[in-house]
């Protein structure tokens, strides 16, 4: 949530010339992404986002993300248009970083979204699992079941300084997960952040799937369980909202019916998904102690959602 | 730079309404302002910031910044129009905090100006400055000569951490600017921090002035002395620019001819600008040592500058 690197408006006419886009009539630093600098660019050719890539993401695999934006976007699912420049590079070099510079998408990212909202995401997130079909080479998933079971030994018994008994249960899940991975479901590219702030709205319509940068190969039933735990809870994992996941897995279903093995695989996906946000937000938690400028995402909520799919 | 307050896009939904301007099809929030939170926000009439008021600013007199700003618009001057809502109220409350929604200018910042930019800007300070005659009740300068003075007393020595010998320069500096102020000169509205950052254009055309939250009466060659301190030196403050000053001041003097005292005052009142920006500056340096994630403007920029004019 912050702008790291200043683009000065000399720096950004010269960087639209080579898309021949003509000269920037607004560019603002806005606050989207947590470890790259965006602005919107407005020419008279068209509205933009300006990315430059800060940091946490491996550089060598920019063109295997922004490759799957217009992949996704030539087969018509809102997706922003990486733009090519006038040789047809796609990642560009700006002040030292990569770059690129991106369609933008109009619409809203709404906090407490309704059954309606949850229905049309897992629609779009259908359409994405279809349209994704045939975009390779595959990217393996590294924050997968085994990136999460690194991570548990890792911090171990320090997760119970978040919560007593957080270390065993977390332990406990993560050998279900393991044991019980069901291997066998159909795969393919799936986005693997889908949260609210990830999706733009136009009304009860989505007009914006973004932040592709954990998108991965992996199960596709996966993904939906990860978007089902982003959406169908109360923000603290308190309270689970059943005519929510209803919606949402309906309307996932509607666009790509599930198999009955990838349903009766859901709930274990369910806690995959929990464990994965859960532990990476631990380890953020325990390396950001005392830094009072960085905003710590509570752990605990997924502690609860993975207690809520853990009762099956 | 940041957004300290997160506004979901249901309570916009309903901030918008108070306004009768149709739901939010673009909400960002963007990286300007130092002490405030901005959102760009776009609905089917047009486009708009959202400011939340943070701190630093004393909410009694956002009426007289935002009636300011809704007079000089008026006056045509490309500053942004507050909007009124459906009752005619500028100052809202939002989420806890003091807010408006406020006209989106379009323009980009230069962060290195050219002569012509100076000659843009010098004279949309005058015409500022004409426009602003009969806008009242008159605000005191809280940033003048005497405030200047009160920090330098209570910084005292520590300047010279900052470079030996800034100390006994400073208060030098201070008591010819206090000995020689010239009270008779013609007094209004001032901007008071019309940097570059603070100036949006379309090419060579000045298209916003922004952040009047400095705005003040106090004497307008003052005004000027600050916008030349701020664009006519290269940012270290260790160049001065000869050709864009002439500039600067030739286009304002086109727009308001100064009188003899005036322009025999500008040395004296570039010192007293110089002051004012080298002393807050130093006093959030120290006040922010060891702060990593504050970004500290450099005091010394403004102790270069301020040696330029003292040398007369």
């Given amino acids: 949530m912050a702008v ?5 408006a000399e720096d950004l006419v010269d960087f639209l010339a080579r898309y021949g886009l003509g000269a920037p ?16 660019v ?15 993401i491996d550089l060598g695999e920019l063109p295997w993300f922004l490759g799957l934006m217009t992949h996704l976007a030539a087969r018509g699912l809102p997706v922003p248009r990486p733009m090519a420049d006038l040789e047809g590079g796609v990642v560009q070099d700006l ?8 369609e933008f998408l109009p619409g809203v990212s709404i906090s407490s979204p309704g059954p309606e909202h949850c229905r049309a995401v ?60 069901p291997e066998g479901l159909p795969r393919g590219v799936i986005h693997a952040d889908l949260f609210p702030d990830n999706v733009l709205f136009t009304g009860e319509r989505v007009s914006g799937l973004i932040d592709f940068y954990f998108a991965a ?53 369910g806690e995959a998904a929990c464990l994965r946000f ?13 830094e009072a400028m960085v905003v710590r995402k509570d752990p605990l ?9 853990a009762k099956g």
């Fill in 122 to 181: 897992g629609a779009a997130l259908a359409r994405l699992h279809l349209a994704g079909a045939g975009y390779g080479p595959p990217r393996p998933n590294h924050l997968g079941v085994e990136a999460s079971a690194r991570t548990a030994r890792k911090l171990g018994n320090r997760l119970d300084e978040l919560e007593p008994g957080l270390a065993p249960f977390v332990a406990a899940a993560v050998e279900r997960v393991r044991r019980g991975w």
């Fill in 217 to 269: 190969t992996d199960l596709l039933a996966y993904d939906l369980a990860v978007t089902r735990a982003a959406w169908t809870f109360t923000t603290d994992g308190g309270e689970h909202l059943a005519v929510h996941d209803a919606a949402l897995v309906g309307g996932y279903g509607e666009v790509r019916p599930l198999s009955g093995e990838e349903r009766a695989a859901l709930p274990l996906l």
């Fill in 42 to 56: 407005e020419t008279r050719e068209g509205r933009f986002i300006l990315t430059l890539y800060e940091r946490r």
């Fill in 301 to 309: 909520a997924f502690a609860r959602r993975l207690a809520h799919y």
């Fill in 95 to 102: 002040l030292g970083k990569k770059a690129a510079l991106i």
């Fill in 4 to 8: 790291y690197t200043e683009v000065p």
């Fill in 25 to 40: 009539l607004v560019a603002k630093g806005i606050a989207e992404g947590v470890s790259n600098s965006n602005y919107l």
């Fill in 278 to 290: 859960l532990l990476t937000r631990a380890q953020d938690w325990f390396e950001n102690l005392g």
